[in-house]
């Protein structure tokens, strides 16, 4: 059904606005060219190679690729014939002329005239260079900072004796990866290195990499050094709910400006300067308009929202019957 939509949407939008150019006993589509499909219905109805070809030139590219070869051009001739066989009978039962169908094309049409306009007045100004990228760039370069990050070796468990006795053992020399690793195994370990395809990697974290409550936990962490286990049990309330957590500092690094040649800064920064730009000839376009049309607005003749009073009911047991 999906395949049927756009095409199906297109024929009914040219039926419902100029129903003189197509119907099913007209010859409003020349049948000149190479055939490819045909049936009866109130007449001959013929689709040929050229305006199949001339179809699958209008869709967006990355539908075009779904008839390139023969088999794709196949489908497409199929789906013209059977969209235009219903489009036959939507026709017999005057569904060009359904109010409901009409409003709807209507809308339609309208958005894309809005569409069409706004590329016109908006989209094609929107002109922008090296210069102004980089600029932004200049600007806003604190946006664009990798904070100063850790990589830890953590086990995090909700239960504290067994938090207690964990750490027991990691100071009688156990590995604290090893120990992650058998914790994992039994599905122990929650929050922080819980990661189980490297049980204890928490991977490089910053400071605000974790919720209100754990501050306690990034203190020590980055004031550890480099391959300093903790001298103890950490616990932690997040959301009500308590954490013992334990650590190796494994790796450290500074924070760094990201470059502008950087691919996902340089993403980032386009987007938001034609953003920008964009918003701001849009804001540009509608002032004019606005000025040129002289538009007036009278706020002061909206209703104001009003709350119902409710209704006073009285019960019959508080009605005093005239006598």
Not at 104 to 115: F, G, Q
Not at 171 to 184: C, H, M, T, Y
């Amino acid at each position: 059904m999906k395949k049927y939509s756009s095409i199906s949407i297109l024929l009914l939008t040219i039926l419902a606005i100029h129903p003189f150019l197509y119907s099913c006993g007209d010859k409003a589509i020349s049948a000149d060219g190479t055939v490819i499909a045909e049936f009866e219905w109130e007449g001959k109805q013929r689709i040929t190679l050229e305006e199949m070809m001339q179809e699958i030139s209008e869709l967006p590219e990355y539908k075009q690729r779904q008839y390139q070869d023969k088999e794709g051009l196949e489908e497409y001739m199929t789906l013209m014939a059977e969209s235009r066989l219903i489009l036959c009978l939507a026709k017999d039962q005057n569904l060009n002329e359904d109010p409901e169908i009409l409003k709807k094309v209507k809308d339609y049409l309208h958005e894309l005239m809005i569409e069409k306009l706004t590329e016109q007045e908006v989209d094609q100004k929107l002109t922008l260079s090296e210069e102004h990228y980089q600029a932004y760039y200049d600007v806003n370069m604190e946006e664009y900072v990798r904070p100063e990050q850790v990589r830890l070796l953590c086990i995090t468990l909700q239960d504290k004796e067994r938090a207690d006795e964990v750490f027991a053992e990691i100071q009688a020399g156990k590995d604290i990866a090893v120990s992650a690793q058998e914790l994992s195994d039994r599905g122990e370990l929650v929050g922080p290195g819980a990661n189980p395809a490297a049980p204890g990697d928490t991977d490089y974290i910053s400071r605000n990499s974790y919720p209100t409550g754990t501050e306690p936990f990034m203190d020590a962490a980055f004031n550890a050094e480099i391959g300093e286990i903790h001298s103890s049990v950490i616990e932690v309330e997040v959301q009500g709910q308590k954490y013992y957590m334990m650590f190796r500092k494994d790796e450290a690094r500074d924070a760094f400006q990201r470059p502008f040649s950087e691919e996902g800064v340089r993403k980032d920064v386009i987007r938001k300067v034609e953003r920008e730009k964009r918003n701001e000839l849009m804001d540009n376009w509608i002032t004019f308009l606005r000025q040129k049309a002289e538009v007036k607005t009278f706020i002061d003749r909206i209703p104001e929202d009003e709350t119902p009073e409710e209704s006073e009911e009285t019960s019959p047991e508080e009605t005093n019957p005239e006598e």
